[in-house]
């Protein structure tokens, strides 16, 4: 079965510096998302992407990330200058449509440590 | 603000059993309704789903029950199995925007 794949499956990086988070979603797949979660917190939406631009953004997706699409197979989030409150977990997640039966496919992650 | 609760940090069944997991939302614009799986080190595993114009879906021994009125949502698994054994997250969405989760509830199964 087709899967999310996300690398690396863990970065650790200095405050302030930047990172990318790197995604390919399932091949048909048209919308394209990225997921966060603080150890022991819940499941928080962050970003949504189709065609080549955003569709929805939460108030965490705030100036220091942006999500791009560079080629036709990989989706990425960058985050320009790292705070320690930006250690979670980073779920990318990609859907075929937005139908009623067309659940997320979620990654199985990317932990980012800032130290 | 939480717009999706999973009131149960944890439960406990036993083997054989029926696990009930609950959930509640505020939004009432909510349209569309899943449960998610999750191991630890992986990512949430698509469960099982409803459409707000549904009250019932099953799915093999997975069946989601909707209460529009009460807005609270369950999910039942029957019989339960130690491969239950994981976090369960409820989540909802309106239209097209990104899914709301609840904060989950782990699933232990004892033998």
């Known amino acids: 079965e087709p899967e999310v794949t996300q690398t690396p499956s863990h970065q650790v990086t200095q405050m302030g510096q930047e990172v990318i988070l790197r995604c390919v979603p399932i091949?048909?797949?048209?919308?394209f998302y990225w997921y966060r979660q603080i150890l022991g917190q819940k499941v928080e939406f962050l970003v949504s992407?189709?065609?080549?631009?955003?569709?929805?953004k939460s108030e965490i997706f705030d100036d220091q990330f942006s999500v791009e699409r560079p080629d036709g197979s990989n989706f990425t989030l960058k985050i320009r200058s790292t705070k320690l409150e930006d250690s979670a977990m980073y779920f990318c997640?990609?859907?075929?449509?937005?139908?009623?039966?067309?659940?997320?496919?979620f990654g199985n992650g990317t932990r980012l440590t800032v130290t | 603000d939480q717009q999706v609760k999973q009131n149960s940090p944890s439960l406990s069944v036993q083997e054989g059993r029926i696990s009930i997991l609950n959930c509640d939302y505020t939004?009432?614009?909510?349209?569309?309704f899943l449960w998610y799986k999750k191991y630890p080190a992986e990512g949430p595993t698509f469960l099982i789903s409803?459409?707000?114009?549904?009250d019932k879906n099953e799915d093999g021994r997975f069946t989601v029950f909707l209460n529009k009125s009460a807005k609270h949502l369950s999910l039942h698994i029957v019989p339960s199995q130690p491969g239950d054994s994981a976090v369960y997250f409820c989540?909802?969405?309106?239209?097209?925007?990104?899914?709301?989760f609840g904060k989950g509830t782990h699933l232990i199964i004892q033998p």
């Open positions: 997640a990609s859907i075929t449509d937005r139908g009623y039966n067309s659940p997320l496919h």
């Open positions: 091949s048909n797949h048209l919308y």
């Open positions: 992407f189709y065609n080549n631009e955003i569709s929805e």
């Open positions: 939004n009432s614009m909510f349209d569309y």
């Open positions: 409803i459409s707000s114009i549904k």
């Open positions: 989540a909802a969405r309106r239209g097209a925007d990104g899914l709301t």
